[in-house]
């Protein structure tokens, strides 16, 4: 069981750990500083913190072609590939999807790309995550703001944000 700790940018928590406190869960902030010249947040994440980066999370909004508010959409998938939209697609039972607009993704979550949490989102969305997470004890995803990241069960982050657990990763 992890105990939960606060790194130096953690004062006054994100959406995301405010969710974290409110339901008891354990978890880890770790925070890092930012490189705006880097070309992936999730694999200078995984860097910069010196662990496996498959056990690093990105979230990526999709957008399902569903009108309204279901249009969107959550796709949490190791940094190490990328989303197979095809297989995100079934999981998520619509024809197909692709990767939601950046301003859309943002006025949706709540949150800057970069710094996208699966958790605390402004709205929640149907969300599937790469069942690849299920076999580490502990994962990292986005804190909600770029250079902050939080280690946390995969059963405790399926659990809070109603995912669907899915082979949804392709190379």
């Known amino acids: 069981m992890m105990s939960r700790k606060k790194g ?6 994100t959406p995301a750990t405010v969710l974290l406190d409110a339901d008891g869960a354990s978890y880890t902030t ?13 694999t200078e994440a995984a860097e910069a913190l010196g662990v496996d980066p ?4 990105k979230t990526l909004m999709v957008d399902t072609g569903r009108s309204g508010g279901a249009a969107l959409a959550v796709a949490i998938v190791p940094v190490t590939g990328s989303l197979d939209l095809k297989a995100a ?9 692709q990767l939601a607009q950046a301003d859309d993704a943002q ?27 299920t076999t580490w004890s502990t994962i990292y995803v986005s804190g909600g703001r770029r ?18 657990p899915a082979a949804v990763a392709g190379p």
Do not use: C, M, N, W
């Not at 498959?54 to 999370?57: E, G, P, Q, W, Y």
């Not at 710094?115 to 709205?123: E, K, N, V």
């Open 8 to 13: 130096p940018q953690d004062a006054g928590g």
């Open 30 to 42: 770790h925070t890092y500083v930012h490189d705006p010249q880097a070309a992936s947040y999730g």
């Open 54 to 57: 498959a056990r690093v999370f």
């Open 89 to 97: 697609a079934v999981a998520l039972r619509v024809k197909k999807v």
């Open 107 to 133: 006025r949706r979550t709540g949150y800057v790309l970069g710094g996208i949490s699966p958790l605390g989102q402004r709205h929640h969305s149907p969300t599937v995550i790469e069942d690849s997470a």
């Open 147 to 164: 250079g902050l990241e939080i280690e946390v069960a995969p059963q405790d982050l399926i659990r809070l944000t109603d995912a669907h």
